[in-house]
Nanobody, 124 residues
Framework: QVQLVESGGGLVQPGSSLRLSCALAGSTLDNYAIRWYRQAPGKEREGISCLSNFDDSIYYADSVQGRFTASRDNAKNMVHLEMINLRPEDTAVYYC?????????????????WGKGTQVTVSS
């Protein structure tokens, strides 16, 4: 059974950095595009990044472009999301999900498996 487990969330001050991790069990990264989402209180879930399983492409939403960097560690079957210059508006529960591709990830479509999420709070 495929499972995703996020880790690395926490409470940080504005301008700080944080690295989230997503561990994939029950399959390998070659089989899935790993997507990152976040959901802030009272807001819709937002697709913020996707790592393609077909090539080295990594996609980002405009809201995080230039501040967030996604990467994969095939040896550990994990993906990471490096976040720098965090802002209060980045406060959300962050989720990773697995899908067959990055198509429509921004629309939240095509997700087959989800992690339970990790809380990121940016506050002074």
């Amino acid at each position: 059974q495929v499972q995703l487990v996020e880790s690395g969330g926490g409470l940080v001050q504005p301008g700080s950095s944080l690295r989230l991790s997503c561990a994939l069990a029950g399959s390998t990264l070659d089989n899935y595009a790993i997507r990152w989402y976040r959901q802030a209180p009272g807001k819709e879930r937002e697709g913020i990044s996707c790592l393609s399983n077909f090539d080295d492409s990594i996609y980002y939403a405009d809201s995080v472009q230039g501040r967030f960097t996604a990467s994969r560690d095939n040896a550990k079957n994990m993906v990471h999301l490096e976040m720098i210059n965090l802002r209060p508006e980045d406060t959300a529960v962050y989720y990773c999900a697995a899908g067959e591709s990055c198509h429509f990830y921004r629309l939240g479509r095509g997700n087959k498996y989800w992690g339970k999420g990790t809380q990121v709070t940016v506050s002074s």
